[in-house]
């Protein structure tokens, strides 16, 4: 049921805080395994963040590259223990064993990268070449269908999550012609949605 991914997801973590373990060792797209690169299983995400006018809310994204599901939540800052925490918090949301891979862009909001190794199962990140966003297209084809909803240069600070949370569900019921006019919803999760 579409319903019980409708809840509001909080960003925040009320955890310890953690040191930034951003490090100049890290994976290249170029060793992604063939399984991400061919969207041939569910489980290989692409990440970015999307800004509002004041630049300091961003609207995290994350999207399945086989299914084109998406994910999305609101951090009020763009620094990378809140938006590495908000892409955590999201795929718990969905279950661990749906994700394998994450290819987030090369901003330095995810250099804290290494966490998402830890703290989801050994989920491997890949970063792409530097100014090559073709790399992560379904990433950024999704931010362009987000912006129907959320224009470029609208404040989006005050924005409640269960809005975010709504936008996300109009891109997951939405069919798709790369999906056989299937909706990502779906594909993600292998079953039928009557759409009336």
Known sequence: MVGKFLTTISCACFGVALAVIGSSAYNTIHERPSAANERLEIGHWEADTVAGKTGRARIVTLVDRRS???????????????????????????????????????????SQHSRITLELNGTKVYFPDPHAPWQRCTNENTNGLLREYSPKGEDISGIFNSQIQEWANKLNTRPRKCLNWKTPYEVFFNESLHLI
């Open 68 to 110: 084109r599901f998406s994910l999305l939540g609101k951090v009020e800052k763009k620094i990378s223990k809140n938006v590495v925490d908000c892409m955590i918090n999201l795929i718990r949301n969905v279950g661990e064993d749906k994700c394998k891979t994450v290819t987030p862009d090369r901003g330095k909001e995810f």
